[in-house]
């Protein structure tokens, strides 16, 4: 199988983020979260608290800093989970 490599800028997203600026980026990370079977979240755009915990859930489960932040390791985690496997027990 050939490896292609790709360079995305993403956000960093935590709780409180603006909707009207990163809005459709938490909507996005919602939509993935519920995905990847990290909870069943209302993909609303808003990263409220129940964002933050499925972000800690997963966090948690990638072995990554579970501080609910979603930032470049955690997106790099979060996306080859969505494409490529799924979530630890």
């Given at each position: 199988m050939?490896?292609?490599s790709v360079s995305v800028r993403l956000p960093t997203l935590r709780k409180g983020a603006n909707p009207d600026v990163e809005g459709m980026a938490v909507f996005r990370l919602q939509?993935?979260?519920?995905?990847?079977?990290?909870?069943?979240?209302?993909?609303?755009?808003?990263?409220?608290?129940?964002?933050?915990?499925?972000?800690?859930?997963?966090?948690?489960?990638?072995?990554?800093?579970a501080d609910g932040v979603v930032g470049k390791n955690t997106w790099t985690a979060l996306l080859k989970t969505y494409f490529f496997g799924s979530l630890p027990g």
């Open positions: 050939a490896e292609v939509q993935i979260l519920n995905t990847v079977g990290a909870g069943s979240l209302e993909e609303d755009g808003e990263f409220g608290t129940s964002t933050q915990k499925a972000v800690k859930v997963v966090q948690g489960k990638l072995n990554l800093t």
